[in-house]
């Protein structure tokens, strides 16, 4: 099992920058593909950036190619989100999710339990 913690989410003007971070519980972290999801209210929980076991193949939403950057450190079992330009259709619960397996997918298997993010127009 592991478990996942978010942190980082908040209020934020337009235009500006976020960065989540999600530290994973055990010694597997480094064997595992890590994603960010996100769920808008009304609106199903949407893939929005994943990054393979070794941080060298990333995959990304339309919605958020090139505002936002996923990142890891497997010496500290975290991985980031870095969002910049953000807009108002940014705001959602996002969610760091593991999967069992080290290669980029759009399936998981763990789920950490969500951070708000709100971008103010």
């Known amino acids: 099992q592991v478990q996942l913690v978010e942190s980082g989410g908040g209020l934020v003007q337009a235009g500006g920058s976020l960065r989540l971070s999600c530290v994973a519980s055990g010694r597997t972290f480094s064997r595992r593909a890590m994603g960010w999801f996100r769920q808008a209210p009304g609106k199903e929980r949407e893939f929005v950036a994943g990054?393979?076991?070794?941080?060298?193949?990333?995959a990304y939403a339309d919605s958020v190619k090139g505002r936002f950057t996923i990142s890891r450190d497997n010496a500290k079992n975290t991985v980031y989100l870095q969002m910049n330009s953000l807009k108002p259709e940014d705001t959602a619960v996002y969610y760091c999710?593991?999967?069992?397996?080290?290669?980029?997918?759009?399936?998981?298997?763990?789920w950490g339990q969500g951070t708000q993010v709100t971008v103010s127009s």
């Open positions: 990054i393979d076991y070794s941080g060298g193949s990333t």
């Open positions: 999710a593991a999967r069992r397996f080290g290669g980029l997918s759009y399936e998981y298997d763990y």
